[in-house]
């Protein structure tokens, strides 16, 4: 492994903590403002329920009773740019424990993220997203 590859896996890999920080907090406390992670044409599965776009997205939120996400672990990896035609692509998994109405469940998401380059930024949006309980 070279060393520059190396520093843009820790660098890719440090981008998705944080925007697994951002994605969580943005759940618990500002559903409305989530789909703003999402790119327009994203798709989501939530226990085998396929959502679809940001209408539908923005949607199931509002659909969704109060959270509260716990992450206990965390695992990133960037995609190949030869498998993605060289867009920055990682994909992230994360699980831990959801409080929906005070009732725990343990969940598994797994995330395709891709970098959209801004004026002055690189932005992280969601092209896929998949959520499942575990118990």
Same mark, same amino acid.
């Given at each position: 492994?070279?060393?520059?590859f ?36 994203a ?5 085998g ?17 109060s ?8 695992d990133?990896q ?10 920055? #692509? /990682?994909?992230?998994? =994360? %699980?831990?424990?959801?409080? @929906? ?19 002055n930024? #690189? /932005?992280?949006?969601? =092209? %896929?997203?998949?959520?499942? @309980?575990?118990?």
């Open positions: 492994m070279s060393v520059d190396k520093t843009h896996v820790d660098q890719e890999c440090k981008a998705a903590e944080e925007f697994v920080n951002i994605y969580y907090e943005t759940m618990d406390k500002r559903k409305r403002a989530l789909i703003r992670l999402y790119l327009d044409e798709t989501l599965v939530w226990n329920n396929v959502v679809t776009g940001l209408e539908a997205l923005s949607n199931f939120f509002e659909m969704l009773p959270s509260e996400f716990q992450v206990n672990m965390l990133c960037p995609v190949h740019e030869q498998a993605i035609q060289s867009q920055t #692509t /990682v994909l992230l998994v =994360t %699980s831990g424990t959801v409080k @929906f109405d005070g009732n725990k469940h343990d969940f598994n998401q797994n995330f395709r993220l891709t970098a959209q380059a801004t004026f930024s #690189t /932005v992280w949006k969601i =092209t %896929s997203d998949c959520f499942h @309980f575990q118990d």
